[in-house]
């Protein structure tokens, strides 16, 4: 421990601390995440311009004789073509909610939401950048980079949770080229007008894009039973509910509206949108927002 640091300094010093102290864990356990999500997917290759081998295939009528590979029809009485595997590499912003409300969760056993949105966008990072792609941090002022440093200066930015971009609970409006990916994550639970303006922004450069929602069990679900007192986390006022399971059908309700309000959102930029519970294991979401982000998947279909 640095003392006798006065001011700025001092501050600064702490700060590097604290986040020394909390990053190694938290980039193992996304590397982890990933390292398991990894085996369980065959690459995200597919035929295309490039130089580098991906299968053969046999000849069929309408392809171009000069792609015949001679050798390997020589092998036996079929013809065969030799396909290259596509190497246009995406550039991806990876943006997660780090405002007051996701730092919260229902039991001590579970991670936080905030924990669970910055773990699995590192996992994301680290299985992207594995695959070639070109990886960045939405509202960080980063621009996107291939190569496996880029995961520490991701996290890095992760740690410091005070970017502006991040804070605000909705993502920034930020300039992008066009054909780009973005993928957001977050509770979205402000108000849906907020969330459309948000993503009205990003979709129209254009951009392909995928959200998903991180909620806490309790949020699902509202269990609780009896009289309770909600301390609001955005500064909103406390509420006093004198018997909650009297009104669970209507929190469910509005919930559901909200999370098909989303769904709505997503689909008209030509999205898809998710949902994860934070005590549902993490690479089940990381599953879904790599598949989400396959080049054959783009605009297309509904991740879960």
């Given at each position: 421990m640095i003392q006798g640091q006065p001011g700025a300094a001092g501050t600064a010093a702490r700060r590097a601390e604290q986040l020394a102290a909390r990053l190694p864990p938290l980039l193992v356990a996304a590397e982890r995440v990933a390292a398991t999500v990894a085996q369980g997917v065959h690459g995200r290759r597919r035929v295309g311009q490039g130089d580098s081998f991906w299968q053969f295939r046999q000849f069929l009528p309408g392809d171009p004789v000069h792609r015949i590979d001679w050798r390997q029809s020589a092998k036996g009485d079929r013809t065969f073509v030799r396909e290259t595997e596509w190497e246009a590499a995406q550039s991806v912003w990876l943006w997660r909610d780090a405002s007051a409300g996701m730092r919260w969760r229902?039991?001590?056993?579970?991670?936080?939401?905030?924990?669970?949105?910055?773990?699995?966008?590192?996992?994301?990072?680290?299985?992207?950048?594995?695959?070639?792609?070109?990886?960045?941090?939405?509202?960080?002022?980063?621009?996107?980079?291939?190569?496996?440093?880029?995961?520490?200066?991701?996290?890095?930015?992760?740690?410091?949770?005070?970017?502006?971009?991040?804070?605000?609970?909705?993502?920034?409006?930020?300039?992008?080229?066009?054909?780009?990916?973005?993928?957001?994550?977050?509770?979205?639970?402000?108000?849906?007008?907020?969330?459309?303006?948000?993503?009205?922004?990003?979709?129209?450069?254009?951009?392909?894009?995928?959200?998903?929602?991180?909620?806490?069990?309790?949020?699902?679900?509202?269990p609780f039973r009896g009289r309770i007192r909600f301390e609001g986390l955005r500064r909103e006022a406390a509420a006093l509910i004198g018997k909650v399971e009297g009104v669970r059908g209507d929190y469910q309700a509005r919930l559901a509206a909200q999370q098909e309000g989303l769904r709505a959102i997503a689909a008209a930029a030509g999205w898809t949108f998710g949902v994860h519970i934070t005590d549902h294991p993490p690479e089940t979401a990381l599953m879904g927002l790599y598949l989400a982000l396959a080049p054959d998947r783009a605009g297309r279909g509904r991740a879960a």
């Open positions: 229902s039991d001590r056993r579970l991670p936080e939401k905030a924990e669970r949105a910055e773990l699995l966008v590192l996992a994301l990072a680290s299985l992207l950048l594995r695959g070639g792609e070109r990886v960045a941090l939405l509202g960080a002022g980063m621009r996107p980079v291939a190569g496996r440093a880029m995961i520490e200066l991701i996290a890095e930015a992760v740690a410091r949770r005070g970017d502006p971009g991040a804070l605000a609970g909705l993502p920034p409006a930020e300039n992008l080229p066009r054909h780009g990916r973005v993928v957001l994550i977050g509770d979205f639970l402000s108000p849906l007008p907020d969330v459309q303006q948000a993503v009205a922004r990003l979709a129209q450069v254009p951009v392909a894009g995928h959200m998903l929602q991180v909620l806490d069990p309790a949020e699902a679900a509202l």
